[in-house]
């Protein structure tokens, strides 16, 4: 039998308050690029895989690694997880020196924002799992490579790594990270070449915060002023898809305007909607002429440095 919404909100509210402290860990979104091929990625995704493993008391819900930078929404406490980082930022540093980069990763750092509510952490959940589709566009935050995100509610990749007989190997370990300390996760599941997210984050926890696979597909999908407020509080440019900014466009343009699209809008209220775009949602001068069916000469005049956007 089907619980009541408010029944269902109770049995996350009661989950979240389980998994309290939640934390958004996050690196600065301007760091010198660290992972430039597929190879970099699939060591990274094992090296996470480790250290989360090495500090059993963190529970990570999900995460989603960037060329440059590394989102995670995670439970325990401050001190396991600057531990966790120190251990990452040692051995992702002998990776990269063995490739022959020169990065200053002794300076890579996280910031760590507590989360406040339930409401936050489905934010927060939703904004890492669609974090590499924004810059990927042969990507949906169903299948970005480089994260937990598609094994939420996907119980076909579940089965993958069940199913997998493929397992890390020591020379495989000591040829990424150049040490032989880490030879205790000789034996972990590997899916793709790298240990799967399935083997170290408490996916079913991070599901279990949303009502149900829709809430969720709703919540990555169409829930873009929660992601909005999530990136002006931690200080990241987030950019939109077309598709993402038109629905919100569209709304403005009926309950600000009166008008059923951006192309009916008056001169004056495309000049206000066109600040609005630029300011609030990041957008830039080539999204905003093409979504306001707008010149984009006479959008760079109203918005000089938008067009150092694109």
């Not at 251990?87 to 022959?100: E, I």
């Not at 077309?242 to 951006?262: A, H, M, N, T």
């Not at 192309?263 to 609030?280: D, G, N, T």
């Amino acid at each position: 039998m089907k619980r009541s919404f408010s029944d269902e909100e109770r049995r996350c509210e009661s989950l979240f308050h389980l998994l309290n402290p939640c934390w958004h860990f996050y690196t600065p979104e301007d760091f010198p690029v660290i992972l430039t091929c597929e190879a970099d990625f699939k060591a990274a995704m094992t090296l996470l895989a480790v250290c989360a493993l090495s500090f059993p008391n963190l529970r990570i819900l999900t995460f989603q690694w960037m060329s440059n930078h590394l989102h995670i929404t995670l439970s325990g406490t401050e001190k396991d997880i600057s531990s966790m980082f120190a251990m990452l930022r040692k051995y992702l540093g002998k990776h990269l020196k063995a490739r022959g980069r020169i990065i200053p990763i002794a300076s890579w750092a996280y910031n760590l924002r507590r989360i406040k509510s339930l409401k936050d952490l489905r934010n927060v959940i939703a904004y890492n799992n669609r974090n590499g589709f924004l810059v990927n566009p042969d990507s949906t935050p169903l299948t970005y490579p480089w994260g937990a995100n598609r094994f939420f509610f996907n119980p076909d990749t579940i089965k993958l790594v069940e199913n997998s007989k493929e397992t890390l190997q020591h020379k495989v370990i000591r040829g990424l990270y150049h040490t032989h300390k880490l030879d205790g996760f000789t034996g972990q599941t590997i899916l793709d070449g790298y240990i799967p997210p399935a083997v170290f984050c408490d996916i079913g926890s991070a599901e279990n915060v949303f009502r149900d696979a829709r809430h969720y597909f709703t919540s990555v999908s169409r829930n873009l002023e929660g992601m909005k407020d999530i990136a002006k509080e931690i200080g990241e440019s987030i950019y939109y898809t077309d598709e993402d900014l038109y629905g919100v466009i569209l709304k403005i343009c009926r309950e600000g305007f009166g008008v059923s699209s951006p192309a009916l809008l008056p001169a004056q209220a495309k000049v206000e909607v066109a600040r609005k775009m630029y300011f609030e949602y990041n957008a830039s001068a080539k999204q905003i002429s093409r979504i306001l069916k707008a010149d984009l000469a006479l959008v760079k005049s109203i918005l000089p440095d938008a067009g150092s956007k694109g």
